[in-house]
């Protein structure tokens, strides 16, 4: 297997032309890490972050996506305790005024640096560790008013939710403040799903009022650091992908086929910004290991000349993946390494 290489991934991230594939997840689960690097050493937060990182180094990845790190928004859990999902209703702890002034809004834990630094000092040569946002700017605030309640809010009391989404910015940018001073860390991701199967889910007007505007300042904040933002979003895009590409983000990922297969996606926007993973976690799951390997082959050369291009699945890798069909996705990339080397 390939030598891990932050730097590679840095290259394909900005449309240069790479020697090999690279290859992007978001989150991949406990189960899987195990699988590759077995158990944590113990539960604190800097073993499990050294056991994610031995887990992406073997699964042949350039970083370590590193999540958990005691940060992230209050809102009603009790209807839906050890669920997998929830409904967008289901979160709401602030529905007035009187609920705003009594929410208290997180702090970053004043050990985050410290667990980074000690952690990375494990990483091997060449990799770098992505740290992911406790959820982003929309997903916070739908969560904290609720689904319904948020979008009546942006008609009855539109003064009400900009000073949530403010306050939800704010947070998330002192937050990433402080993860982006490690020299450990390559880059971040700004997760924030905007949408669902056919549309966004407030208008791309509003979009662009009250959630775009945070998304810019957490780009800005990154790259004044010298480091990489890559936009995880899941849902409906098009009607944004300028957007995406004004505000500055360095490359999206989440696709459906059912919204926009990823080939089409790079067709339309790869000079734009670079298109990440994109294997559709259905096909994935539902196809033969061959009809993977094929499919993941086709989109690695069929981007190579233009770039801007890595291969992952649409989204994260649960425990539910069959794991003939991931590996497969991954032998494309190996054997593509193999070829491109010896031409």
């Not at 050369?301 to 890798?317: D, I, K, V």
Request: a negative charge; one cysteine or more; aromatic letters at 12%.
């Amino acid at each position: 297997m390939w030598k891990n290489d932050y730097a590679l991934f840095r290259r394909a991230l900005r449309g240069e032309r790479v020697s090999r594939p690279v290859l992007f997840d978001f989150l991949m689960c406990d189960q899987m890490q195990e699988e590759f690097a077995g158990k944590p050493a113990d539960d604190s937060i800097v073993a499990r972050i050294n056991r994610g990182t031995r887990a992406y180094q073997l699964a042949g990845y350039d970083y370590c996506m590193v999540s958990g790190l005691e940060f992230g928004f209050k809102t009603n859990n009790a209807h839906h305790d050890g669920a997998q999902s929830s409904a967008m209703n289901e979160t709401q702890i602030v529905t007035d005024w009187d609920d705003l002034k009594a929410y208290e809004w997180p702090k970053v834990h004043p050990d985050t640096l410290k667990w980074l630094e000690e952690a990375g000092k494990e990483l091997p040569e060449g990799m770098k560790f992505i740290v992911v946002g406790p959820n982003g700017v929309l997903e916070n605030t739908t969560g904290i008013l609720g689904f319904d309640n948020f979008c009546m809010k942006l008609y009855e009391d539109p003064e009400l939710v900009k000073t949530v989404v403010d306050h939800v910015g704010q947070c998330l940018c002192d937050y990433y403040s402080v993860v982006l001073q490690s020299p450990y860390v390559g880059g971040i991701t700004s997760n924030d799903d905007w949408g669902h199967k056919t549309q966004t889910f407030i208008s791309p007007k509003q979009m662009r009022q009250y959630i775009f505007p945070w998304h810019r300042k957490i780009v800005e904040l990154a790259h004044s650091h010298d480091k990489d933002v890559i936009l995880h979003s899941c849902g409906y895009m098009q009607e944004v992908a300028d957007d995406i590409a004004e505000i500055g983000f360095d490359g999206k990922h989440s696709y459906e086929d059912v919204i926009i297969p990823v080939e089409e996606a790079w067709k339309r926007w790869h000079e734009k910004f670079c298109i990440v993973g994109g294997l559709d976690m259905d096909f994935v799951c539902r196809k033969t290991p061959q009809q993977v390997y094929d499919r993941a082959r086709a989109i690695l050369e069929m981007t190579r000349e233009e770039g801007h291009y890595m291969l992952g699945t649409g989204n994260s890798l649960p425990d539910y993946v069959p794991r003939p069909q991931y590996n497969a996705m991954r032998q494309a990339a190996f054997d593509l390494a193999e070829e491109w080397k010896a031409e």
